[in-house]
């Protein structure tokens, strides 16, 4: 990832106008913790390939990462029915500023019925995560259940993928009032994979806790 993001910048400055190089530099920004330059990027790569599903995912998520539910929601609209369309809006509704939290609710339990979940790991675990998060204001204790199931193939989850997975859930976890396990949940996601989005969101959340 470090490498990738190092290649970044000089393919920009030279091939700047090139659909498929906004469209690299942009998954690499996103995935190594800059969804602003990253949304920015995707917006420029949409108006060519409008419903391309990576740049679509990837819009979706960037706002979602940057607080911006409006936005990620108008940008799911593009592929409604897209499994990771879905779980990014999910995330959107359930934790970014302006996210309509009923309907994230209502969107995790669709979900669950989706077939395209059970072809990845990362996938079912991400939407067990978001169910720990909706249940997480009123009920605690099924919060920590999910939580618990999503970890439980975690072992099997990229590094990147685990960080982002420690993420949701240091966000359960604060939602249930668990600042403290919170908190240590968040330094999990930071030490799996420093360079990743997961880690620099729970940076992010871990040091807004911490400072309450």
Request: glycine letters at 6%.
């Amino acid at each position: 990832m470090a490498a990738a993001r190092a290649l970044v910048r000089p393919l920009l400055d030279r091939f700047g106008a090139v659909t498929l190089v906004r469209k690299v530099a942009a998954e690499v920004l996103y995935a190594s913790g800059d969804p602003l330059s990253a949304a920015t990027l995707f917006e420029q790569v949409a108006k060519k390939l409008p419903h391309d599903r990576a740049v679509v995912v990837g819009l979706v998520a960037s706002y979602a990462a940057l607080n911006r539910a409006g936005d990620a929601r108008r940008c799911a609209a593009l592929l409604p029915g897209e499994i990771d369309v879905r779980l990014a809006l999910v995330w959107s509704e359930l934790v970014a500023i302006g996210g309509d939290r009923e309907r994230g609710r209502m969107l995790v339990r669709e979900l669950a019925s989706d077939p395209e979940l059970a072809r990845s790991h990362e996938r079912i675990a991400m939407r067990l995560a978001l169910e720990a998060i909706a249940a997480a204001p009123d009920d605690r204790d099924a919060a920590r259940s999910t939580l618990r199931e999503a970890e439980r193939d975690a072992g099997k989850l990229r590094p990147a993928d685990r960080a982002f997975l420690s993420y949701l859930g240091g966000v359960a976890l604060r939602d249930a009032g668990l600042s403290g396990d919170a908190l240590a949940t968040f330094a999990e996601a930071m030490e799996s994979d420093p360079a990743s989005i997961g880690a620099a969101l729970a940076r992010r959340e871990h040091a807004n806790l911490a400072a309450r």
